[in-house]
Structures are given as C-alpha cells and as structure tokens.
C-alpha cells in the first residue's frame, strides 16, 4: 500500500500526517513551529524519524507566504521571516521522496473543494488563522494566478488609513486588540466588531472572484458557529450589485484542510 506525506507549517504550529491510499490519516505529529529555518529542518528530522511509516510514495508541504514552484523555494513571508529558501529539496532529503510545495491556503481551498465538487464548481477559500490566506479553486483546479501573499498584500481602508488585512482581521490581531483568542470569546458584541473587519476583505474578494461559495478555515475559521450569521448580515448590508451573494460554509476540516490538501497534492506527482 503507498503511503503519503503531508506537511502543514502554519505561522505558529507544524503538523504532519502520513496518509494511506485511500486518503485516512495513519499517524500524524504537532509541534510549534520554530522561527529560524534550520531549526524547522531539526525538528521536521526529528519528527520523520520517529514517525511509524518510514517510507513514503510521495508528500507535500503547504506552507504561509509566497512559493516559487518552479524552482522549490519559499520566497517571503511576515510570519515566518526565513527568507528565501530551498525548502523543496531540504524536504525531499529529509523525507527520501519526491515533494511539492505550495501555499497553505491553497492545498487547503483544494481539499474543502474537492468535498464540495459535486455542488459548486467555483469556489473560494478563506483560512482565517495566526494570519489570512485565501485561495480559489475552479473545476477542481487550484488558480495558481493569485498572488500567495493573502492577507498581508490586500489592503483594506482602516481608519483613513491603508492596512493590510490579517493585520485587523487575522488570530494575531484578534488577540492584539481584545487581549485574548477567538476561541476564549464568546460575546456578540466583540464579533460583532470582528465580523465588521473580517467583511471589508471578504467583499473585496467576492467582488474581483465572485464564487459560488465561501469556506472559512482556520483556527478563527473554526469558531465559524460564532460568527457566521453575523458575517451573513454584515455582508448583505454591503451587497455588491450585478454579484450573487455566495453562500458560505464553514470547512469541513477547519484545522485539517491544509494537510489533507497536501495528500491531494502529493498524489498529482
């Protein structure tokens, strides 16, 4: 039976899940991410070498940032400031199989699309998380067009001023302004305030996309039963004429979807 390797490095943690063929995770790891680049190379090391399943088809890694996928590099990111590296060929020494690399939040709007592909045929995926990324996925196929840059290169009007989007709508800036995360906040009130920045990036997007539907990930995505109504009405108020108003879903695996995405991904090679 082939088993495949996937990797989700996330701004904050790392998580890896061996896959069999048929897509069910086997045995999988966690670990905080670390901030220098040859540190995250130990740890992966350690972590693979003390996982059950040693030998592997192939795997993939989605992580933050910008990814140059022709040459296997990882080019810049806010998060985790590593600079350019050849993190594709470090991966596949590690791993001893062939690797592909790509944005997180794409390899997770590919996986939430394929659960989705028998409904909507376009649709776009939004990881809200340590910081915001988002992807769109059409007939089944990544658009590789739209910069990685996410959250940190759409500029939104805050106060008068040009801010980046994760940087009034993403995990850190929640924690930032109300003094704890979006799992420890429960009053309407405080996501009233948080739907409000979340919806000034979100109609930007359905205006330039227009999709079908909205899949909200993340480990803020996840608390989707605490803010979606009140997106919904925030978003209608702004309603953007000659666009139908997508619907919009919570992922099915809101802290899973970047890893399952790298199974998808790992099995194209």
Known sequence: MFMYLG????GTKTLLAVFDENGKIIEEKQYPTPKSYDHFLLEL???????????????A??????VDRKH???????????????????????????????????????SEAMELKNKYSKVLYVTLSTGIGYALVVDGKIDTNINDGGGQSLMIDHRGKAVAWEDIAGGRAIVEQYGKKASDIDDEVTWQEIS?????GLNTLIAIF??????????????????GKILEERLSVYKIPLVEHPVLLKAKRPEEAVVF?????????
């Open 7 to 10: 990797i989700d490095v996330g």
């Open 45 to 59: 090391k350690h972590a693979v070498k003390h996982l059950k399943t040693r030998e592997f088809k192939s795997g």
């Open 61 to 66: 890694v989605g992580i933050r940032g910008v």
């Open 72 to 110: 296997g590099r990882r080019l810049a990111d806010e998060l985790l400031k590593w600079g350019v590296v050849p993190l594709q060929a470090d991966v596949e020494k590690i791993a001893l199989c062939p690797i592909a690399i790509e944005n997180d939040a794409k390899v997770a709007a590919l």
């Open 196 to 200: 409000r920045q979340i919806a000034k």
């Open 210 to 227: 227009q999709p079908e539907a909205i899949v909200f990930g993340g480990s803020v995505g996840s608390h989707f039963e605490k803010y």
């Open 261 to 269: 995405g790298c199974y998808e991904l790992a099995k194209q090679l």
